[in-house]
């Protein structure tokens, strides 16, 4: 909270049951704006890659994932288990955070100083159809 007033955001949300690309693609629908999602710069939990690896992957997980199949236009690089996991209902603890393009490394940075685990900067809002995503 304290980086994010520092520096100052346009948005935040937590990133919860609806998974990633479920939250990301909420606030841009609410902000009629699109965006761009680096599959790559997004921290993943080395075990919760061995899980989906595995065909372990909860059915809330599943059901985001055929949601966002009307949302989302994933890469062909990006594999059915990567989208599984920016689609991940498990997830807890972590914000999505929109700042201003000349912004996103000072925000970082603010971050890192006071004390965030894992900070990283993972696509950018782009003018489209709200709500709509490309996931490379």
Same mark, same amino acid.
């Given at each position: 909270?304290?980086?994010?007033?520092?520096?100052?955001?346009?948005?935040?949300?937590?990133?919860?049951?609806?998974?990633l690309?479920g939250?990301?693609?909420n606030?841009?629908?609410?902000?009629?704006?699109?965006?761009?999602?680096?599959? *790559? %710069?997004?921290?993943?939990? $080395?075990?919760? &890659?061995?899980?989906?690896?595995?065909?372990?992957?909860? =059915?809330?997980?599943? +059901?985001?994932?055929?949601?966002?199949?009307?949302?989302?236009s994933w890469s062909?690089?990006?594999?059915?288990?990567?989208?599984?996991?920016?689609?991940?209902a498990?997830?807890?603890?972590?914000?999505?955070?929109?700042?201003?393009?000349g912004k *996103? %490394?000072?925000?970082?940075? $603010?971050?890192? &100083?006071?004390?965030?685990?894992?900070?990283?900067?993972? =696509?950018?809002?782009? +003018?489209?159809?709200?709500?709509?995503?490309?996931?490379?």
């Amino acid at each position: 909270c304290d980086a994010m007033l520092e520096v100052g955001v346009h948005a935040a949300t937590d990133v919860t049951g609806f998974g990633l690309l479920g939250h990301l693609r909420n606030v841009c629908a609410a902000s009629g704006v699109s965006a761009r999602v680096r599959s *790559a %710069d997004v921290p993943m939990l $080395a075990a919760a &890659r061995a899980y989906v690896a595995e065909g372990i992957a909860p =059915g809330g997980t599943h +059901a985001n994932w055929r949601f966002l199949a009307d949302w989302v236009s994933w890469s062909p690089q990006v594999t059915k288990d990567e989208q599984l996991l920016l689609s991940d209902a498990q997830t807890s603890g972590g914000l999505l955070i929109a700042v201003a393009p000349g912004k *996103a %490394d000072d925000l970082l940075a $603010a971050l890192r &100083r006071h004390g965030t685990p894992i900070a990283a900067l993972v =696509g950018e809002i782009v +003018a489209g159809d709200p709500g709509r995503m490309e996931v490379d």
